[in-house]
């Protein structure tokens, strides 16, 4: 019988991105948070070569081990970085295309990849909460050759339409709109990840599509959590469950003292034999 693996959910998205970040590519991540921890983690996994620039300006650091990680701006979080400039300057670069991937959080992501960071219910002069916006999320969203957006598995998360465009995706859906709208030909969103899945796109109609799906629920229980239905691979692959290593290296070095690990709610799972 196989022993069963106890994780949380927030573990279980930053292990999800972490298994997309490849060798030799390199990422603009969102300063801080749920991205930075991602990075780190396929760095200290699998892509020890996978390179990038933070938000902020910051290209390529190597945070410190042992310690719990601190947003971005901070000395430990910039550690041995091999250089320390500013956001128009990685902007530049991004403008230039050298960077493949950006990788965001984000508060609400639509059908067709657009991300909201700004405000949530009523209008923009008036809105139920507003929050900090997307600082150099419209950049990375914009410029980078292809973005990964992390969002936990809420409906309120994904709605049919997101209540503000902070940041473009392929905006309404239709054939070259990122194009007319001004943007880089070729950019766009490349995947969603969630704790308990993983979206892509359609080529012809940009559409979110579900790719694979977490082996613990069923897909009635992810579309629950949707306030659309995407479109569905056939076949739905089924996404890993976080290994013994990932799961060492998230609590024992990236963050020991569970600041963001202990948000999560646990999910006990027992692979099948």
């Not at 760095?43 to 947003?71: M, N, Q, W």
């Not at 999320?137 to 957006?149: D, G, P, V």
């Not at 629920?217 to 239905?229: G, H, K, N, R, S």
């Amino acid at each position: 019988m196989s022993e069963t693996i106890n994780f949380t959910t927030t573990e279980s998205i930053l292990i999800n991105v972490a298994n997309l970040i490849e060798e030799n590519k390199y990422y603009w991540v969102a300063i801080g948070g749920s991205p930075m921890m991602a990075m780190m983690l396929a760095r200290k996994t699998h892509s020890p070569r996978a390179y990038y620039v933070v938000e902020d300006g910051t290209i390529c650091p190597d945070p410190l081990e042992y310690v719990p990680f601190l947003s971005g701006a901070s000395g430990a979080a910039e550690y041995r970085a091999v250089a320390w400039k500013d956001m128009n300057t990685v902007g530049f670069h991004c403008a230039m295309g050298y960077y493949d991937y950006g990788i965001l959080d984000c508060l609400q992501v639509d059908m067709y990849g657009n991300i909201n960071s700004t405000f949530i219910g009523g209008t923009y002069e008036h809105p139920e909460r507003r929050f900090g916006g997307p600082g150099g999320a419209n950049e990375i969203a914009s410029m980078c050759w292809q973005t990964i957006f992390m969002a936990d598995q809420e409906k309120r998360k994904y709605p049919r339409r997101v209540d503000f465009i902070s940041s473009p995706g392929y905006l309404d859906g239709s054939p070259r709109a990122r194009e007319r709208a001004g943007l880089p030909a070729n950019t766009g969103p490349y995947r969603v990840v969630s704790e308990i899945a993983m979206f892509g796109f359609d080529e012809e109609t940009h559409m979110m599509k579900l790719l694979a799906i977490a082996p613990w629920v069923t897909l009635d229980d992810l579309l629950a959590e949707m306030d659309f239905e995407p479109l569905i691979a056939d076949p739905l692959e089924k996404l890993p469950p976080p290994t013994e290593q990932q799961l060492t290296v998230l609590r024992a070095e990236i963050d020991p003292g569970g600041r963001v690990l202990g948000q999560g709610t646990w999910i006990e799972y027992t692979p099948e034999d």
